[in-house]
């Protein structure tokens, strides 16, 4: 069975990383108190979903160029798997644009590790609890997306034993 090419494989765990890291950050961020602490975990939480983004344009790219292996298994099979990914996709977008739009509703620019600011450019039209309540409900959605992910992916590599999952693990040397 025909493997991801290695470009698409690193994009696919880089992402999964940068994806788990956020959500972790923005969990214990709820616990942080006001201050230095949670301004730190807030930027690193911005970098990280900004990383998401800046990702998603190559990796689609690399999808596009024919960096996908055929697909495999009965047709519902095929069409649940393609809409899946399509969710994944559509996610790792709107979440992290959804909490750019977050910090872009705030008084004051949000800092991001001291590289650079995220400006309050949206402050003054009374968005930040909506979008705050959109980011939770698009984060959560991703969450359940990629357990679902993880679920089928388990399913291929235990029960079916098909070689599906293996395709987008790094080949062993030797």
Do not use: C
Request: glycine residues 10%; charged residues 15%; proline residues 8%.
């Amino acid at each position: 069975m025909r493997r991801y090419p290695i470009p698409s494989i690193l994009l696919h765990w880089t992402m999964a990383a940068a994806i788990a890291g956020a959500w972790l950050i923005g969990q214990l961020m709820e616990e942080i108190p006001r201050g230095g602490g949670r301004t730190t975990a807030l930027g690193a939480h911005a970098l990280v979903g900004l990383a998401v983004v800046a990702l998603l344009l190559p990796r689609i790219l690399a999808r596009l160029a024919g960096g996908a292996p055929d697909p495999a298994g009965p047709i519902w099979e095929q069409r649940l798997a393609a809409a899946a990914h399509l969710l994944l996709y559509a996610l790792m977008l709107a979440v992290p644009l959804s909490g750019l739009a977050i910090a872009m509703s705030g008084r004051a620019p949000v800092p991001v590790l001291g590289l650079f600011e995220i400006p309050p450019a949206l402050a003054g039209f009374g968005m930040r609890k909506p979008l705050e309540g959109m980011h939770e409900v698009l984060a959560n959605l991703m969450l359940g997306a990629v357990a679902l992910h993880v679920a089928a992916t388990l399913w291929h590599a235990l029960v079916r034993r098909d070689g599906v999952a293996r395709r987008m693990l790094p080949s062993r040397a030797g």
